[in-house]
């Protein structure tokens, strides 16, 4: 009797065990099912600024540039190499006109320097968008994802 009375708590114990890593394994597997965010629609203003983002934070500087307007690349001096690309980029706001749209964003930017080791810092910014023949185009990016070729300096 004094066996059946021992067992019964290590059962308990492994029950509760059990329990505990099937937990984890699920918190674990929709952390990394996750995935990335669904593309917005293309034809959309917030879409296209999430596809120019995207490629800004990839460093594909032409597939970034097939977004701006020619006013946008003829203004552009080129992409900011010497600061770091933003870690992610989240909507906020989209207020959409007959021919014109503004896209507000938050920007976060890390850091991997510093006496306390990385760091992020985040900062609220708008895209400026016309609609050029039909389509959505980005005429002012914010300086944090501005991204180019240079564009040759005139004599």
Known sequence: MG???ARKPDRILLALVGVVL???VVALAVVFTRGDPAPLDEASPAGVVQRYSKAVIDGDVPTAESFLTTGARSRCSG???????PARVVL??????ADSATVKVSIVQSSQGGPFGPSEYE???AFSLLKVNGKWM???????LTACRAVPVKP
């Open 3 to 5: 066996d059946e009375k």
């Open 79 to 85: 992409s900011y190499d010497g600061e770091p690309r």
């Open 22 to 24: 099937l937990l984890v």
């Open 123 to 125: 900062m609220e910014e």
């Open 92 to 97: 906020v706001s989209t207020t959409e006109r």
């Open 138 to 144: 980005i005429d002012r990016p914010p300086y944090p």
